[in-house]
């Protein structure tokens, strides 16, 4: 088995954000990077959240307060559920 197969799609998508916040121990870095390199899925799942991040930095104020109430309450409890 290849070190790039111990590691799979379910931990990237737990390790994504440390990843994008260059916050992974070099051991898992090396791993993800190599799982990149194989895994088309992934890359993508990168892409959208690259996106996602560009895109909330980008709201300000105004587009906030215009977001309908029950949209922003989803999101908030989605993210206070959200498992550390």
């Known amino acids: ?13 737990e390790d994504v954000t440390a990843y994008l916040d260059g916050a992974l ?31 909330t930095h980008a709201l300000n104020d105004d587009d906030v307060d215009a977001m309908p109430a029950d949209v922003r309450d989803r999101l908030m409890q989605a993210f206070r559920e959200r498992p550390d």
């Open 25 to 55: 121990p070099e051991e898992v870095l090396l791993l993800v990077d190599l799982h990149l390199a194989d895994c088309p899925h992934c890359r993508e799942y990168l892409t959208q959240m690259r996106r996602t991040i560009a895109m």
């Open 1 to 13: 088995m290849s070190a790039s197969a111990s590691y799979v799609c379910r931990q990237f998508v």
